[in-house]
């Protein structure tokens, strides 16, 4: 299903309704199984954008429509939207208001197929992201995101609170983690704002966190083994960092050979690594596999 016509943000004037009226309209009720959740205000929807600061130089892609309050504070900047939404009962409601101006562009879609590369060509550059992502895809679509990076300049989600905390927390607490330490490898993190429930029908019971992801598109040193590294070494949080080695093909003795030459100790845990100590670590596991073997 596909909605587009060219415009200009500049001309457009109509007002954004609210999502709690478009609901009563169509007698549609939100879905938790989609973990819909919709932005209520168009306000904060326009502050979102104004916060995130990207130059309206091109189009930017919306992963979840929804209600399309965020859609609309786009199109407000931006010359070309593109919506992808997963649900066509909302992509019906959205085509029979006419409330969305005609640069933008809707797109049946489930976020976590879409073929970002494809996208990138069709754009003629990299791609620039929104979207209050359903809270219990969020690690997955980023995992892939990470991956796809290349083809990626930024990405302005909301998050659920202790997702985003999560996200953006420094070494050494409980809330850090192997997502955590991949993006802040690959990206720049910058929280923008926080909302509390009543900004969002239905309610959620917790409360959301806009993040601005800006990618570096560049390699990183034996980037598949960091990555393998990362996700290895939290697997087993109680666990000390050496224990959690094992798996990559190590006996102990030799995690723990491997972690007292590069200066730690006994002990260590992975949440007492900074990033970058990460790729570190990936590398002299490199060149201890190959001395192991004799290449």
């Not at 169509?26 to 502050?47: C, D, I, M, T, W």
């Not at 930017?60 to 070309?80: D, I, K, N, S």
Request: charged letters at 25%.
């Amino acid at each position: 299903m596909s909605m587009r016509e060219n415009s200009s943000p500049a001309t457009y004037k109509t007002k954004c309704p609210s999502p709690t009226s478009l609901l009563r309209r169509h007698s549609y009720q939100a879905r938790k199984s989609l973990g819909q959740n919709f932005l209520v205000h168009p306000s904060l929807a326009l502050e979102i954008v104004k916060k995130a600061a990207i130059p309206p130089e091109g189009p930017v892609v919306e992963l979840g429509v929804g209600l399309g309050t965020l859609t609309w504070a786009l199109a407000q900047t931006y010359p070309r939207v593109i919506g992808y939404e997963l649900d066509q009962q909302l992509l019906a409601i959205l085509k029979k208001e006419k409330f969305l101006p005609p640069h933008v562009e809707l797109r049946q879609g489930d976020i976590l197929k879409l073929d970002y590369q494809s996208l990138a060509k069709e754009f003629k550059g990299p791609l620039v992201l929104f979207g209050n992502l359903p809270y219990y895809l969020s690690s997955r679509l980023l995992f892939r995101l990470i991956r796809e990076r290349k083809v990626l300049k930024s990405a302005t989600f909301m998050f659920q609170k202790e997702v985003g905390e999560r996200l953006i927390a420094s070494q050494g607490g409980k809330k850090y983690g192997p997502l955590g330490v991949l993006l802040k490898l690959t990206s720049r993190l910058t929280p923008l704002l926080t909302l509390s429930p009543a900004q969002f029908y239905p309610r959620p019971e917790v409360a959301s966190m806009v993040l601005k992801i800006e990618f570096y598109r560049e390699d990183i040193a034996e980037e598949a083994l960091v990555f393998e590294v990362v996700k290895k070494a939290f697997t087993q949080r109680r666990k000390t960092l050496a224990r959690n080695l094992i798996p990559l093909g190590l006996k102990l003795e030799q995690a723990k050979e491997i972690l007292q030459g590069l200066g730690y100790p006994e002990k260590v845990r992975a949440e007492d690594l900074a990033p970058e100590e990460f790729v570190r670590l990936a590398l002299k596991l490199k060149d201890y596999l190959k001395a192991e073997k004799g290449v």
